[in-house]
C-alpha cells in the first residue's frame, strides 16, 4: 500500500516561510512525478507545483515564491514556502504519479498564514 506523508505544516505570519516535506513509502514502481495541490475552505483543490522528468510546473499565484524540489532517492519531495501571504492559507497536499499505477495522495498539512 502506497503512502504519502508530509510534514512542516503550521501557522506563520505573513511574509514568513514555512517548508513541507514529504515522503513516500511502500512504491513499487516509477514515480514519474511528484509535486504539491492545496484546498482553501470552500474552495476546489488546486495545483501548486510539480516536479517531474521534464521540469517543474508552479502555479502562477506562487510563482518566484515557492520552490520544489526532490531527492529522487528518497523518494521525498519538497516545497519551500516564502513570502507567505494569507491567500496561500490552506491544507496542502502531496501528490505522486507512478508509472502505470496512478496518483497517490497523502493526508494533507494544514498551512495557515496569519497575523
Known amino acids: 500500500q502506497v503512502q504519502l506523508v508530509e510534514s512542516g505544516g503550521g501557522l506563520v505570519q505573513p511574509g514568513g516561510s514555512l517548508r513541507l516535506s514529504c515522503t513516500a513509502s511502500?512504491?513499487?514502481?516509477?514515480?514519474?512525478?511528484m509535486g504539491w495541490y492545496r484546498q482553501a475552505p470552500g474552495k476546489q483543490r488546486e495545483l501548486v507545483a510539480t516536479?517531474?522528468?521534464?521540469?517543474?510546473t508552479y502555479a502562477d499565484s506562487v510563482k518566484g515564491r515557492f520552490t520544489i524540489s526532490r531527492d529522487n532517492a528518497k523518494n521525498m519531495v519538497y516545497l519551500q514556502m516564502n513570502s507567505l501571504k494569507p491567500e496561500d492559507t490552506a491544507v496542502y497536499y502531496c501528490?505522486?504519479?507512478?508509472?502505470?499505477?496512478?496518483?497517490?495522495w497523502g493526508q494533507g498539512t494544514q498551512v495557515t498564514v496569519s497575523s
Open positions: 501528490n505522486a504519479a507512478v508509472f502505470r499505477q496512478g496518483t497517490y
Open positions: 511502500e512504491i513499487a514502481g516509477t514515480i514519474v512525478a
Open positions: 516536479k517531474g522528468t521534464i521540469g517543474s
